[in-house]
């Protein structure tokens, strides 16, 4: 029982992502995240709306401010969302950077008192992209400023940690393909938002450690995490595969092919995308899984066989770019499976936007709708995204 | 359907708690465990015993060599036990100390190579059990010395932790369940083993502290996070209850009462089963939930409506404990679902021990019967407690 990608399926896949994202998704948190006595946003929510934590995460201040900018600058120039943002851009001046070192917490009070700051320095790469926005929106130096030193912290700091105490020994060092991957997406987004200079060659250099260290023809895998050289590591840690991240890495990939006309781009995002399909796909009841070991042995992360709402949005976003670009309809019945069975089971019917966290059968875990982890940013960037690709394809 | 705890089933239960212990589980890890090349035991195994990672956990080190020891001093002298719980000792000797700090370690490679250590010293309380109970079996004063000292590191860590970054800044500042617990049980063993001259005062001063900072009969749960003084912190973690570990601390000092003849001490156990229960039973599905919120709200972490197998073999000795020293019908009728349900669920019917990892519905998350975390000691500590339990009772 397949869906033909055809004309019709495509216009009302697009009105799906549009509709859904500017008359729930994004009502959603305007309407109850933004905190108007301490600044910032709240974003652990119950399915509600309710409030049930007022610590504010920095990974969530910096997403939710980016996509209204990425709002104002490519839907329409709404005042309220230009508000909004700047709202957000000021609680992380004010609140999200330590003083002490100019690194980013992680984890704050809702009065923005500081509880945990990470190992890693993931709260700056989503800082650089919302001051990005910013400076695109207001033609404001001071953002593009922000934008460029928050990215080059990032990346200084992910390549040589200072004042951080290893989490692990140096008997066996491993590295992750988040920094490669992050620093894509971070990179062109501040390409298209600031001009930022060097984005080119961030963006090479990242694809290269991805093609050369994690990509394992091999195994028909994406390897997480590999020895330094790219090795790979023959432990719980090293066989764990995260097929959601790597269907996230496959089409920033793909999206990079396809601007700058790129073939051999786009046949690593595929290839990226069928070996974490392959691995990743639960046939028994559909769906993304969480982490798969490589070689099939048991993982040891507990939630491992739960369905997280993220890697269903970026494999829904990698398998409509994958089909769009190279016509193959494999990559459209793809598509119709991992749409259907996200938008059966995630979505709330009684108050809008997704749940986060599925059993492996798709069953509810939890009514949070927002937390540390979870906020405005993976399902309202594959709305947004998925609705602009379909969009372009009617021109 | 209620199964009256009368002296048949409690004769049917002695026997499958005896022959759990010596047919099943300790035969499935002395088989399948043993590094006989590099020393120390792998506990990563699948199933059916294949190994899946053969990295070694410094706690499980220190608790399989606790359980053989403790076997050979408790149930018979085997030569066999003895053997193994030296070859246990050998490697935490050789390889689970970080020289430069005297700290130990938490993950090695197999060769004994150091990849983590962890922030607090769990591994050390672990070590202090192990010694004792070789220094009781041998009669060697070596070993009694080292399970003084790796007591004293575990609570001087504890106590006034030097040389790591803390995981928090000073903003929110809290305090577990988990060291007054782990003192009450480490203690109780080491005043068993070697008479640990202050043993009475760190279990007094450990129950002390649970009774005024953790036990809230106004909240009617064991908080297992507080702040410094006590004090309630609303928000995720200060609210996330952690059931099984209340029904470990629970039977921890149940048992104290039980050995002194105090009632006061009993009562505070019973209170401490009564709210775990009433939190942490899954009127749903069955079996102890690993994290509840106190408030009956969301629950921030992935695993927490998982079945693991630890909550349930500490709510089975906590009920039976519970049963037999009231009488109270209550409490069999308790140990009657909780003992029904895991063993419903749990015990691998082909290979022997029990699962690790069930979904909350009781369906299998994982084949994995050992990892960092999970080995050879909540379950044959279960089944060595609640035979000996019973087999008192029958005298």
């Not at 089971?345 to 009684?350: I, L, M, N, S, V």
Request: proline letters at 4%.
């Amino acid at each position: 029982m397949s869906i033909e990608m055809n004309q019709g399926r495509m216009e009302e896949l697009s009105r799906v992502y549009r509709d859904g994202l500017l008359e729930d998704t994004l009502p959603f948190w305007t309407k109850h995240c933004v905190d108007h006595e301490h600044g910032g946003f709240m974003m652990s929510l119950d399915r509600d709306g309710r409030l049930v934590d007022t610590d504010k995460g920095v990974w969530q201040q910096g997403r939710f401010t980016w996509l209204l900018g990425e709002l104002y600058n490519n839907v329409e120039p709404r005042e309220e969302w230009l508000e909004l943002a700047k709202h957000g851009a000021e609680f992380l001046d004010q609140h999200c950077f330590d003083p002490s070192d100019g690194r980013m917490w992680f984890h704050l009070t809702r009065e923005g008192e500081p509880i945990r700051k990470r190992r890693y320095a993931f709260s700056e790469s989503f800082a650089a992209i919302a001051y990005g926005e910013l400076a695109k929106a207001t033609g404001e130096d001071e953002y593009a400023d922000k934008a460029r030193m928050t990215f080059k912290r990032f990346v200084d700091h992910n390549l040589n940690p200072q004042g951080v105490e290893p989490k692990f020994t140096e008997v066996r060092p491993t590295k992750s393909l988040a920094f490669p991957m992050i620093t894509i997406a971070t990179a062109q987004e501040l390409r298209d938002s600031i001009g930022l200079p060097d984005a080119n060659e961030w963006i090479d250099r990242s694809i290269e450690t991805i093609r050369r260290d994690h990509l394992s023809s091999e195994l028909r895998c994406v390897l997480e995490t590999v020895g330094p050289d790219g090795a790979f590591v023959d432990h719980f840690d090293g066989r764990s595969l995260n097929p959601g991240h790597a269907m996230e890495g496959a089409w920033f990939i793909m999206l990079e092919g396809k601007l700058r006309g790129d073939d051999g781009l786009v046949k690593t995002g595929l290839q990226m995308l069928n070996y974490s399909w392959e691995h990743g796909w639960d046939e028994e009841y559909g769906g993304i899984l969480y982490f798969v070991d490589s070689k099939g042995l048991p993982v040891q992360e507990y939630w491992h066989d739960m369905k997280f709402w993220w890697p269903q949005n970026e494999t829904i976003i990698a398998t409509l770019m994958a089909f769009l670009l190279t016509g193959d309809e494999m990559y459209g019945q793809m598509h119709s499976k991992i749409h259907d069975w996200a938008y059966k089971h995630f979505p709330d019917p009684e108050h809008g936007e997704w749940f986060g966290y599925l059993h492996r059968d798709g069953s509810r875990s939890s009514s949070l709708k927002g937390n540390l982890w979870k906020g405005p940013f993976h399902l309202p960037r594959m709305q947004l995204t998925c609705w602009k690709l379909l969009e372009l394809e009617r021109v």
